[in-house]
């Protein structure tokens, strides 16, 4: 068994295990397996240990990486997408999750409308307002929410969001509960669903799941550092 395979197996029952804890059925969470930076063998490793879900933050690297792997694996782009790369990435990912602007949003309702696509989207929330960080805050949010649904091309699917690094999984808490609490909050306002949760990383992700993540973004404790 490679560290790889090891990796993912204890990664895979500590979601179990937190899951269980909250009270959550397994089906309804994913892993993003983060693979940023690694090269195509060292994600085909992750692939033979069963694992089809896959995160980039660049659009380059999925250019590159995709059609050196398996067709059957599903990318979603997790880093920050500029206007002049949307028109590249929309036919290559499942999924776009870090819509950190109303502009960015009409880029690719435009972009996708030209290619006759449907993307699925999730909207980055900057829950701590640092100055440093992509995202809406929740203010911009709640104000811009139905210029949002205006985009009949995005499948708004929910919220995601990056909180400040701190070592102590704990203190990611009360970040998670904000970004459910907010998705309660604009599902009420909006009128329409928001299911999915995009939140906890390598060091916190047990926790994202205590507090309703859906899909938590992995990449250290699978691939080791980068
Ligand atoms: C790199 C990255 C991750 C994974 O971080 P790890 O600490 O390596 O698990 C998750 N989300 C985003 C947006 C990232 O850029």
Redesign the pocket.
């Known amino acids: 068994m490679s560290d790889i395979d090891a990796n993912l197996e204890r990664i895979r029952d500590r979601m179990n295990q937190a899951c269980a804890r909250a009270g959550r059925q397994t089906e309804e969470v994913e892993l993003v397996a ?1 693979s ?1 930076t690694k090269p195509a063998e060292v994600i085909q490793e992750a692939v033979d240990a069963g694992q089809v879900l896959f ?1 980039e ?1 660049r659009v380059q690297e999925v250019m590159q990486k995709k059609p050196l792997l398996p067709s059957r694996l599903r990318w979603h782009l ?2 920050p997408l500029q206007s002049n790369k949307v028109r590249k990435i929309l036919p290559l990912v499942e999924m776009i999750e ?1 819509v950190d602007s109303l502009d960015i949003a009409r880029d690719i309702n435009r972009i996708a409308a030209e290619l006759g696509l449907h993307p699925k989207v999730l909207l980055e929330i900057n829950v701590a307002t640092e100055s440093s960080k992509h995202g809406f805050s929740a203010t911009m949010i709640r104000q811009q929410l139905e210029e949002l649904y205006r985009l009949d091309r995005l499948y708004i699917q929910g919220l995601m969001c ?1 909180p400040p690094f701190d070592p102590t999984p704990e203190h990611s808490r009360r970040y998670f509960q904000q970004l459910r609490t907010l998705r309660d909050e604009l599902e009420k306002l909006g009128g329409a669903p928001l299911p999915v949760l995009s939140m906890g ?3 916190d992700f047990e926790v994202a799941l205590e507090e309703g993540a859906t899909l938590v ?5 699978i691939f080791g550092g980068r």
């Open positions: 983060v940023k995160g933050n997790i880093g870090a990056i990383m390598s060091h973004r992995v990449g250290t404790a």
